[in-house]
């Protein structure tokens, strides 16, 4: 009687501890997508396309995907509206003006060399190696570097009050 009790207890404890883990996740991937809405919204691309939707592309991060897309509906950057799509490689960007690509496959998947799109992800030294936008965690708090030089070769121009936001602002990389 005494063994079945510890362990009801260890199950729900663990249950606990896994919701609390889920919740915590998700409320990260809302946060990673609220500060991708707002990248978007201080980025000038070369040839605005008028009314044509500015569309996020994922790599992995279906998460961030999902929380992007559940509060999509009236979301427009300047007179775009907003869309999302998911990828299964970084090599088939047609059509995407944003890049998200989430740590898990970001060795796999090279940034978007040459392309006037923007690029972001939570992998490390991302901002170094040929991205544009790298976030990661401090202090419980989310923050983000900028590679602007990243972003100029790419014909991106990245607004100075986004820099003035960023943790640190990169010119240059290896790519």
Known sequence: MRCRFLLILLLAMLSTALAADDSGARREDQLKAAYLFNFAKFVEWPANNGN?????????????????ASGI???RVGARPLAV????DAGTLS???VLYVDSAVA???APASGLAVLTISDAKAFARNGGMIELFAEDNRLRFKVNVENAERAGLRISSNLLQLAASVEKGGTK
Do not use: E, I, Y
């Open 95 to 97: 059509g995407c003006n």
């Open 107 to 109: 060795a796999n998947s």
């Open 52 to 68: 044509q939707p500015l569309t996020v592309c994922f790599v992995g991060g279906v998460g961030v995907h999902d929380a992007l």
């Open 85 to 88: 799509r998911l990828l299964l």
């Open 73 to 75: 509906g009236n979301k």
